[in-house]
């Protein structure tokens, strides 16, 4: 089963609101989460990477006003993307890293299973 | 630098054939390690492996097997008797390792392969 609960897995939205994603992870506690964004049939793009209790790093060219990361627990991280414009309509993934019971004592990266923001 | 780089965009196949999914990786480091996940349509990746470069054994699981070349660059996967349920985005994905070795960073990841399989 999940490992990684995301939520919601589709939003539409109209230009100038804010949306909150939330990414939560189940049964473990995650060092690490991070917050990704794919465009049709291509890659997995990096935005920031966020520990508990403290500020988010961001890569470069992300906006850290326009996408805010929160991550208030070692199970609960939230990505609010403010003002929202067309342009920001993507596929959003989150991942927690950690080690889960499931998979033995191995650190890894589990991944959610994205929302699909629309903006009108 | 690194780079991931899987060539297949799109790969189609039969159900029961035998087929194979290429990752060739660049990076500056002496140690690193090497993933792979699988994205259904569901969205989710899923993970399959993960392995650290000072391990050089190929890995079987089930249907799956994973040939890691270091001469190459390489961490090649292949499916068995492929399934229609095999059909899926696959990722491979690289990341320095930190720690001495004991832990890793950031996922650089390729740009996924299109697994079709029809019944």
């Known amino acids: 089963g999940a490992v990684v609960s995301q939520h919601p897995s589709w939003v539409i939205c109209k230009s100038g609101t804010s949306v909150k994603i939330e990414c939560r992870s189940l049964?473990?506690?995650?060092?690490?989460m991070f917050w990704y964004r794919q465009f049709p049939k291509q890659s997995l793009m990096l935005m920031a990477t966020s520990n508990e209790g403290s500020k988010a790093t961001y890569e470069q060219g992300v906006e850290k006003d326009k996408f805010l990361i929160n991550h208030a627990s070692l199970t609960l991280s939230t990505l609010t993307v403010t003002s929202a414009h067309p342009e920001d309509s993507s596929f959003y993934i989150c991942s927690a890293r950690g080690y889960h019971r499931g998979y033995g004592a191995v650190d890894i990266q589990y991944f959610g299973a994205g929302t699909r923001l629309s903006v009108l | 630098a690194q780079k991931v780089t899987q060539a297949q965009t799109e790969i189609s196949v039969v159900e029961k054939e035998d087929v194979t999914l290429d990752c060739v990786y660049e990076?500056?480091?002496?140690?690193?390690?090497l993933f792979w996940y699988k994205q259904p349509p569901s969205g989710e990746l899923v993970f399959l492996i993960r392995r650290n470069s000072f391990d050089e054994q190929n890995e079987i699981s089930g249907r799956y097997s994973w040939n890691f070349q270091k001469s190459t660059s390489s961490f090649n996967f292949t499916i068995t008797a492929s399934q229609v349920v095999d059909s899926a985005v696959y990722f491979c994905?690289?990341?320095?390792?930190?720690?001495?070795?004991?832990?890793?960073?950031?996922?650089?990841f390729g740009q996924g392969t299109i697994l079709t399989v029809h019944p």
């Open positions: 990076t500056r480091d002496t140690t690193y390690y």
């Open positions: 049964d473990f506690q995650a060092t690490t």
């Open positions: 994905a690289l990341s320095e390792a930190m720690g001495g070795g004991t832990s890793y960073g950031k996922l650089t």
